[in-house]
């Protein structure tokens, strides 16, 4: 089962426009993670906020976490047309395994 | 994708072959994982390593083995390829010991096919 959960599946939006995803997960977090994917690559790392913080921030992305409600969401201001991507959350859980669960992804696409 | 690399990139197989796939590292990380990619699913770890030897399950590891004979090697093989198994393989490092947190790099990702 998935730990995290990613809302909307997917997202369109106007360059310049603003674009919001969510993420729920279900168990208590050492730290909670996000990462880009674009079209037939890896992924890679773009942010990661620890449970005692609630909000952090980096250029143009914002992250923010409520462990009370389980949920977590970035915001990628000003968007562009090289912001299309996928974006996934992961959560490092503290206990059971070293390892990350990610959730399933929303599928951003900015038009030019 | 620096300091990762993964092989084959590409590879068609028909069910009930072995398939082995490698992640290689140059970065010297402790840890290093395979997940698989599904629409819909997102990535589901299969196994993943914490050191030279040492190994553990995942949430989708039947049907899949690995090894880790050194720093720089982890291996995953599919003892007898199903269709099921068709999907992108990716191979991540973290060394936790340095970033203080589970920060993944990952490969470029491993296309197979099963038919």
């Known amino acids: 089962s998935q730990q995290g959960e990613e809302d909307p599946q997917a997202l369109s939006i106007q360059e310049g426009e603003n674009a919001t995803m969510n993420c729920s997960y279900k168990?208590?977090?050492?730290?909670l993670q996000w990462y880009r994917q674009n079209s037939g690559r890896g992924l890679v790392h773009l942010i990661l906020?620890?449970?005692?913080?609630r909000e952090k921030h980096s250029g143009r992305l914002r992250v923010t976490l409520d462990t009370s409600k389980k949920s977590s969401s970035l915001l990628i201001t000003a968007s562009r047309a090289a912001d299309t991507a996928s974006y996934f959350c992961?959560?490092?859980?503290?206990?059971?395994?070293?390892?990350?669960?990610f959730g399933s992804g929303t599928r951003l696409q900015v038009q030019p | 994708d620096a300091g990762i690399t993964q092989s084959p990139r590409h590879k068609v197989t028909e069910t009930g072959t072995p398939v082995t796939l490698r992640c290689h590292q140059t970065?010297?990380?402790?840890?290093m994982y395979w997940y698989r990619q599904d629409p819909g699913h997102g990535l589901r770890l299969i196994h993943y390593s914490y050191g030279v030897k040492d190994t553990d399950k995942g949430e989708v590891s039947d049907g899949y083995s690995v090894s880790r004979s050194k720093t720089e090697d982890f291996l995953l093989t599919l003892e007898s390829a199903t269709s099921s198994q068709t999907s992108v393989y990716f191979c991540?490092?973290?060394?936790?010991?340095?970033?203080?947190?589970?920060?993944?790099?990952f490969g470029a990702g491993s296309r197979l096919t099963v038919l």
């Open positions: 970065e010297n990380h402790r840890y």
């Open positions: 992961a959560t490092d859980a503290i206990a059971g395994r070293r390892a990350l669960t």
């Open positions: 168990t208590s977090i050492n730290n």
């Open positions: 906020i620890r449970s005692n913080e």
């Open positions: 991540a490092i973290s060394d936790r010991l340095i970033s203080g947190a589970n920060v993944l790099t």
